[in-house]
């Protein structure tokens, strides 16, 4: 089962968009079951119900009630894996936004981070081992009951998956545990984060091909338990699209660690004094047309409406400045095509890269107040200067 940690919920039990249903809140962080979870606890209940006919076979059809609570169980295990980011996340001061479990596992979105290469292995590497200590703690309870009966099963059934889930998650790749391991220890020689992630995700990108090709053939030649006699060809399709979507995970989880590595290289780029664009103050009720020909004369390419104190009230959208015909402008007042500023909208000159980025993601807005510290007009950004000097620095080499 894959794990990643990627760095507005309800109150109610309710569906989030792109998120699932939200099950409860532990450590004031939200936790959503994704829709394709029944999908595979279908498929768990299933599989699992197979097995536990050929062990008790005196169970008959209440087999499936057992093979659906180990598929709870078992989710309820990768969710105590996914604490176990969680709570170290936030012992480290980083925001969590919300654990989802999903079609392969669970995903911690965690927010920023870590700031440094030992805070980073110690946040990848508590997650494998609360499912070593949980595959431990199933052991010892297998000792405490027959194996022939349903706890011993059960109990068989969770050491099995905690263990599995712990070794898959140690691979040395992006975008697993084992991944963010190995970025941890690169980085802390290097002293280069981007250095460690290149060289975790191309391994993650290996390890899905590995993944592709040699699962299958690990399951014909009956390396995993299964005598080749009986593997029939349904089987091999099954392991065969099973292969295809953890190698699918895997291979888009490392594309994806790259990429997020390259925004957070870029970042600083993103400056609001050098993206904002000089406006000049006019009064409530100037004409359009001669507020206008004031910012030409100035140089300047936008409008700040003040009030009689000259202080700012509102901003003159540019969309709407567009909208109104030449001929139109001089019987426009700019008040009639300015949005009322709110604090939101104000914006320090003096922030850069992640805080900027956060600040307009707090407040969405097409244009904001740039102020210098002491709160003077400095001028006004928009956001699709924003955005083109992202994709511009999202598209030179990497560094």
């Known amino acids: 089962m894959a794990d990643t940690d990627e760095t507005g919920e309800r109150s109610s039990k309710r569906s989030d968009p792109g998120g699932g249903i939200l099950m409860g809140r532990p450590f004031g962080v939200p936790v959503y079951v994704s829709p394709s979870w029944f999908l595979v606890a279908a498929l768990i209940t299933w599989v699992f119900g197979d097995q536990l006919d050929r062990v008790l076979p005196d169970l008959g059809p209440a087999r499936y009630l057992v093979s659906l609570f180990f598929a709870v169980a078992f989710y309820a295990s990768v969710l105590v894996h996914e604490l176990a980011h969680t709570i170290a996340a936030l012992r480290y001061k980083l925001p969590v936004r919300r654990i989802q479990l999903q079609f392969f596992g669970g995903v911690s979105e965690i927010e920023k981070e870590s700031e440094t290469p030992g805070r980073e292995f110690v946040l990848a590497f508590v997650g494998p081992l609360l499912s070593l200590a949980l595959a431990g703690a199933f052991y010892l309870g297998m000792k405490a009951v027959h194996p022939a009966t349903v706890p011993g099963v059960l109990l068989a059934g969770l050491m099995i998956s905690n263990l599995l889930v712990a070794a898959f998650n140690l ?31 191309w391994v993650g990108r290996a390890l899905a091909v590995t993944v592709l090709i040699g699962l299958p053939l690990l399951t014909q030649t009956g390396i995993l338990g299964n005598p080749t006699q009986e593997i029939g060809g349904m089987d091999t399709v099954m392991d065969a699209l ?149 994709v511009k620095a999202m598209a030179r080499p990497q560094s």
Request: avoid cysteine; charge should be neutral.
């Open 242 to 390: 099973l292969a295809a979507i953890l190698a699918a995970i895997i291979w888009t989880g490392a594309g994806n660690s790259l990429r997020m590595a390259r925004l957070r290289e870029h970042l600083p780029e993103l400056r609001a004094r050098a993206l904002t664009r000089r406006a000049i103050p006019v009064q409530t009720a100037t004409p359009l047309s001669e507020a206008l020909r004031r910012a030409n004369e100035a140089g300047a390419r936008a409008l700040v409406v003040v009030d009689g104190q000259g202080d700012p009230t509102a901003i003159v959208r540019e969309t709407a400045i567009a909208s109104v015909p030449e001929h139109r402008r001089p019987w426009v007042a700019v008040s009639t095509l300015a949005q009322d500023l709110t604090d939101g909208m104000k914006v320090s000159a003096d922030l850069t890269g992640e805080e900027l980025l956060d600040h307009l993601r707090a407040t969405p807005a097409t244009e904001y107040l740039v102020l210098e510290p002491t709160g003077e007009i400095y001028g006004v950004l928009s956001t699709l200067d924003v955005e083109k000097a992202f």
């Open 171 to 201: 691979l040395p790749g992006l975008p697993l545990d084992g991944g963010r391991m190995l970025r941890a220890v690169i980085w802390g020689i290097t002293g280069k984060p981007m250095t460690g992630t290149i060289a975790a995700a």
